[in-house]
């Protein structure tokens, strides 16, 4: 069974950094793309970027290049999303999800790590 | 920047067929893949729709995607409405550097 299991959810102050995670199982996890989803409160969704495990390569979408980061342990078979100084507005839920063969959709979402920033 | 633009909100009775709209601000609607995710509150999306057109096992029948390149649109039509489709319901798809861009997303209210 494929499953997307995501740390669980953080309190932060705005200016620290922070890395969560998404761990895959029940495939080769280096053989699909796995993508990173936020939702802010209330709010749609928003695609930031994905990552290809199996050689790093990453593409982010504008709105979040120079943002965030993305990276991955193949070895742990663990995908991440990291801030290096957190803003208020960087509240939000984030999703992992896993792209399908072929990649045109998301066939598999973790289930959400909360992220709230307040000082 | 490539969008994608959803009706803010629809709603239809029981039984009854409902559209929803998804339009690409420029470019072919038709040059990259739409796919429809399915979200209910507090829950993870899923996908009803990918490949414009094509349903995941498990998704019945009475959701469908279309393409129309006349108005640089992508639909879903949830036919035979149930109380339990009312949901909010995302598009998505590419830009021409093939990073994803979703739709801001439309609630479906089934009453």
């Known amino acids: 069974e494929v499953q997307l299991v995501q740390s669980g959810a953080e309190v932060k102050k705005p200016g620290e950094s922070l890395k969560i995670s998404c761990k895959g199982s029940?495939?080769?996890?280096?053989?699909?793309?796995i993508g990173w989803v936020r939702q802010m409160p209330g709010k749609g969704l928003e695609w930031m970027g994905i990552i290809y495990p199996g050689d790093s390569d990453t593409r982010y979408s504008p709105s979040f290049q120079g943002q965030v980061t993305i990276s991955a342990d193949k070895s742990i078979s663990t995908a991440y999303l990291q801030w290096s100084s957190l803003k208020a507005s960087d509240t939000a839920m984030y999703y992992c999800?896993?792209?399908?063969?072929?990649?045109?959709?998301?066939?598999?979402w973790g289930q959400g790590t909360l992220v709230t920033v307040s000082s | 920047n490539f969008m994608l633009t959803q009706p803010h909100s629809v709603s239809e009775s029981p039984g009854k067929t409902v559209t929803i709209s998804c339009t690409g601000s420029?470019?072919?609607?038709?040059?990259?893949?739409v796919q429809w995710y399915q979200q209910r509150p507090g829950s993870a999306p899923t996908t009803v729709i990918y490949e414009d057109n094509q349903r995941p096992s498990g998704v019945p029948d009475r959701f469908s995607g279309s393409i129309d390149s006349s108005s640089n649109s992508a639909s879903l039509t949830i036919s035979g409405l149930k109380t339990e489709d009312e949901a909010d319901y995302y598009c998505?798809?590419?830009?021409?550097?093939?990073?994803?861009?979703f739709g801001g997303g439309t609630k479906l209210t089934v009453l």
């Open positions: 029940g495939y080769s996890f280096t053989s699909y793309w």
């Open positions: 999800a896993r792209l399908s063969y072929g990649g045109a959709m998301f066939d598999y």
């Open positions: 998505q798809s590419y830009d021409s550097s093939n990073r994803g861009v």
């Open positions: 420029s470019g072919s609607i038709a040059s990259n893949y």
